[in-house]
């Protein structure tokens, strides 16, 4: 298939819908991103690349950076890391305390605000530092991305923390129910850090490779993860990974993905590639509008449903 | 592969298994049923078939007939179908009001109590008639397991309108938003009878591989819906096939699927195979005990996920 | 105290006000009243009588009856009715289902929707017939009022029940957790015939008397319950007697009363007087607007508050 | 009436439940107190004392304190409190959040913990500083109790914060709901400070004076709050000074009061006497046992409920 001809096509078809919908606002740092930019970047696990648009410019990662974490805390903790969180979609939007009240701190996945936080604990915990373990992520999401020159915007981290009244208090309800081993405030913190990654769509749809490749990166040869954890993050990513959205993402789009506010989604063709596209302005969900639509236009051009 | 020697194997393996759990006690013709049996059957797409157990045992479907039910109001309404329901995981138990008092009326997606009888209910407004309506998709269901003797148990249908209060409850409470054309009483008692067919895993194995292959049956090569519809059903019974235990079933089996309380459970494996598995004891989630557990090796030992 | 003088200056200050809000819409019967109506009515202990504006026009009491079901259960029943419905303020609207799904079918209190069904069935299984226990209703109410002929308007019950579903979801809900002993209908229909009965604020402040003189008519002498009946049941008032808007009129008005959609509110001052004023047009939470101010007017210009 | 007698033979005939139920335990502060305690003291607008059991013994307020900050801000606040809180009640557990985010972080009643911890921060606010602003609290305590002596215990504020985690979830919550001035930990500290406060019965009786005396101190003189103030102050002790068992305790006892987890209970007879009864060990509802058994005996010897 002549994939470099898709996404151009795609890209055509898309331009009118780039900078529909809304730039998330809650920060400067965000905000003041130009909302008319898009970039669609796709790897096969032949290592072949094609992409259109911006795909070098920098964005950030925000909530895609989860698939990372919970692949570090999926490998440490196995299966015990779910005593600490589920694996069912929500149900509700990402930052709601109801579920998390009524069902005593346990957050239902690793993809909602709450479930996070509690999967960056875990590595805290387990690193016995907040730094250190921040180091190991950042050096797993280079790894991954094969490319050592990736770090965050510590603009970003400082100004979520001016803003981090709802995650601080998912977290303190968290801690009442025991179900965080650090202080609410050391757990956010070093969320917020690794929400911060800047990538741009090649690096992220590289870093997707291991996912596509039942743990094991096919370039490199590194692996990471076993092929059932592999399967069981897509899993989840089909059905947590788009909030109180993800069943219309499996309906519409039908391949394992995670989107973040900063506008990016990553999305896996087992077997097959990784994908990033990325667009800042948000659909009402908190999902990439132009982004969302690019990938649906991709699997209906190519047939690459997992269905 | 030699499906045969992997289900002897999986038979072999679950069989301390069969009969943990409990059977559905609600209604006498569910709790009289012998919770010592197990069947297995799958069907390719080239139509070879392999099986162990009671494949030719005949038990109440249930709510796997909510699989068929949607695939003809889907057929019938297209897109309109979703202003009457969505798509998305409730994350709440299957029969609950409260999701369905917050949202107005709209059930999360056809899998729900909820969901479903808004779909039986638009078949009865499409065919005018609530007898007619059933009798579309009973014929439906023989067209696609491809067997004329298929019927229903009105011992099932009957007894289960002596217990059916927490449905008409849901019933009335969509009929209260409007978002009911018939009667409650008619909605319920129709949709008590398309749960009430009786098959066993040969025939619901057979049912399933329209939406193996894309909504045409690949050996009768009679089409029923489209390719994108096709893969639209799949994704909403990964998602949110099993309740409130859909993220658990995408995790560890991560096949589309659909379970009954009768103890059924239909899966497909796109562009393979339809599946059904059997076994009365449910686990608490009112999925099939062992029926679970044996989809879970099938996929361990066959790697047939679609992650 | 001059009462008469004070309800004709509280008549003039309310004029601007009457005919402001909503009448009751959701059925003909009631939504044909015209708004700009306005009466006040008050008896004491002695048998003294006040009043200002249409005291004689009759109108439909609606849920003010329930204080009169709940009373004849009580009697009835005693203690033993708390094992069917609580006395708290539910926090939530007064038809709403999410409460009574989390508490398995108990209704917070006699007031709302689910409980003063509950109460109604509990008197139709008591007297073993629903045209029999309507019968014994309807005279206790011409008792307390001392009034033979009222009645109840069998166009408001009927019209009624072309709207009932979601009093019939809230039925069938109780019925499904065994907490409604007739059929959910049955109950239902009976709850609309004694919400139908008609008064004027002359025969419902009167019908007050027994509830603010420790429950023995102080006219007639007739005893009906005790006195610490009599004043639970007024904490049930004060507690619950407005649906979600009962603690703004614990706060504002301070004297125990009931509501109705027809715009109707009973009041007790504990060893004084009954009250009734009526006014059709309805406040955002469902209250009689003039009437909620002008029984504010009522306690500020009289220092009748029971605190 | 022989108020030392009656109050002797509640004592009498209350023994046996004392200490039945159980201490508070989440501190250890709290959870040493000796559960085989009881006092009942009684003070009339005329000055006459009464009391029984400990009345000399402190004990740690908690949540009476909320009646006193709650004063406070009405008398600087006035009617624009009421946009920061409600005044209906919760019909959920104190410290629940799940109410506190359908409704935008605005609490329903001065009474939960959520609505004490924003009447704390408003006086923060007024105040400009948390030292300055519960001084003032104290100095109001000190003065409705006409007594210099009463402090609080540092031991008991600091433990609170031990455990604070739902306390700062809550004020979290507000926080991000931009419903709360200062920082949650700031707001959460003053809280538990006040909380903190050691009294007797014979000292809380006494402070509860101006609520039986429409807003003045009858044996001082001094005035605090207007009449109309007073009796909402004592309308929202009836309808959510009881958490949620507000409506058991308005049906059982029929006086405004207000209970806290030290085991102490105010109640106000309106226009008669102010009441403290204290035994720690506490019903499920986390109100003391003996004390509410001992207070609906106090209205049923004497009659004097507001009903």
């Not at 996070?116 to 992520?137: G, M």
């Not at 050592?148 to 915007?153: A, E, P, R, T, V």
């Not at 709802?166 to 070093?190: C, G, H, Q």
């Not at 219309?248 to 063709?269: N, T, Y």
């Amino acid at each position: 298939m002549d994939y470099q001809a898709i996404l151009e096509e795609i890209y055509e078809e898309i331009t009118p819908e780039i900078g529909r919908g809304k730039v998330a606002d809650y920060i400067p740092a965000l905000s003041s991103v130009d909302p008319q930019q898009f970039a669609f970047s796709i790897i096969t696990t032949e290592g072949e690349r094609y992409g259109v648009g911006d795909v070098q410019k920098q964005f950030s990662i925000q909530s895609i950076s989860k698939v990372f974490t919970f692949t570090l805390a999926l490998d440490i903790y196995s299966k015990n890391l779910y005593e600490r969180l589920g694996v069912e979609p929500s149900g509700n939007p990402f930052n709601s305390l109801v579920q998390l009240e009524y069902e005593q701190g346990k957050p239902r996945n690793p993809f909602i605000n709450a479930g996070a936080i509690a999967v960056t604990d875990s590595l805290i915990a387990h690193f016995k530092d907040d730094y250190k373990a921040f180091e190991v992520i950042l050096n797993f999401i280079r790894n991954i991305a094969d490319d050592n020159d990736i770090s965050f915007d510590p603009e970003v981290s400082v100004s979520e923390m001016d803003h981090a009244y709802r995650n601080l208090a998912l977290a303190n309800l968290m801690k009442s129910f025991e179900n965080l081993d650090n202080e609410p405030i050391v757990a956010v913190k070093t969320y917020f850090k690794h929400c911060a990654v800047s990538m741009n769509t090649q690096e992220l749809s590289r870093a997707m490779l291991y996912l596509a490749n039942g743990g094991t990166d096919p370039l490199t040869q590194k692996n990471y993860i076993t092929p059932s954890q592999t399967r069981r993050i897509n899993a989840v990513m089909l059905t947590c990974g788009h909030y109180d959205a993800s069943g219309e993402f499996a309906f519409h789009v039908g391949l394992p993905g995670k989107s973040g506010v900063g506008g990016g989604i990553v999305a896996v063709v087992p077997g097959k590639m990784g994908i990033c596209v990325w667009s800042p302005s948000l659909n009402r969900y908190g999902n990439s509008h132009a982004g969302t639509l690019a990938l649906q236009k991709f699997v209906e051009k190519t047939g690459l449903s997992i269905f």
